[in-house]
T-cell receptor, first 112, second 113 residues
């Protein structure tokens, strides 16, 4: 059974802190690892990682994939209150290649 | 603007009733998906459709049904056979079946009363 596990499940920090969110996966026929941010309703796309060891960056957010250890991290530096959200990790693959298996999500709360 | 529209945003259902959630996209995407979100469990796949007139069961299809008669539309029916239907339902689409950058709708919160 395909499985994605995120940690921690929740995290409370203050503005300016740096956070690291973790995602481990066990997915047959693995293709890609995706990160989404869900602020209220609709998750929005952050990163798609396909190659191991290549960091992707967007402003204060960055992510990297380790296909040997079946692991990805999402880093957020200099956090702001607007970063408060649920961060979802999804692994693409499985017996149906188009399918995304999601983790439980990490609830990030950033206090002023 | 292109996007996915889910309606209604909130829905109340009495036990024993079927209810249909609407999902419409104007992105010209081939693939569409329905996910269920419960607290602490992330997103779980209910049904997916790779192309119009085709759909497949996901991980938790029991008690649900779908149709894909038009490319733009992928309605989900929650039947009375679904034992625990209270949840947040998200519809998503992608350009092709194996392109993973999903676009999500804003969701429908279903409550059984």
């Amino acid at each position: 059974e395909d499985k994605v596990v995120q940690s921690p499940l929740s995290l409370v920090v203050h503005e300016g802190d740096t956070v690291t969110l973790n995602c481990s996966y066990e997915v047959t026929n693995f293709r890609s690892l995706l990160w989404y941010k869900q602020e209220k309703k609709a998750p929005t796309f952050l990163f798609m990682l396909t190659s191991s060891g290549i960091e992707k960056k967007s402003g204060r957010l960055s992510s990297i994939l380790d296909k040997k250890e079946l692991f990805s991290i999402l880093n957020i530096t200099a956090t702001q209150t607007g970063d408060s959200a649920v961060y979802l990790c999804g692994a693409a693959g499985g017996t149906s290649y188009g399918k995304l298996t999601f983790g439980q999500g990490t609830i990030l709360t950033v206090h002023p | 603007d292109g996007g996915i529209t889910q309606s209604p945003k909130y829905l109340f259902r009495k036990e024993g009733q079927n209810v249909t959630l609407s999902c419409e996209q104007n992105l010209n995407h081939d693939a569409m998906y329905w996910y269920r979100q419960d607290p602490g469990q992330g997103l779980r796949l209910i049904y997916y459709s790779q192309i119009v007139n085709d759909f497949q069961k996901g991980d938790i299809a029991e008690g649900y049904s779908v149709s894909r008669e038009k490319k733009e539309s992928f309605p989900l029916t929650v039947t009375s056979a679904q034992k625990n239907p209270t949840a947040f339902y998200l519809c998503a689409s992608s350009i092709l079946w194996n392109s993973y950058g999903y676009t999500f709708g804003s969701g429908t919160r279903l409550t059984v009363v």
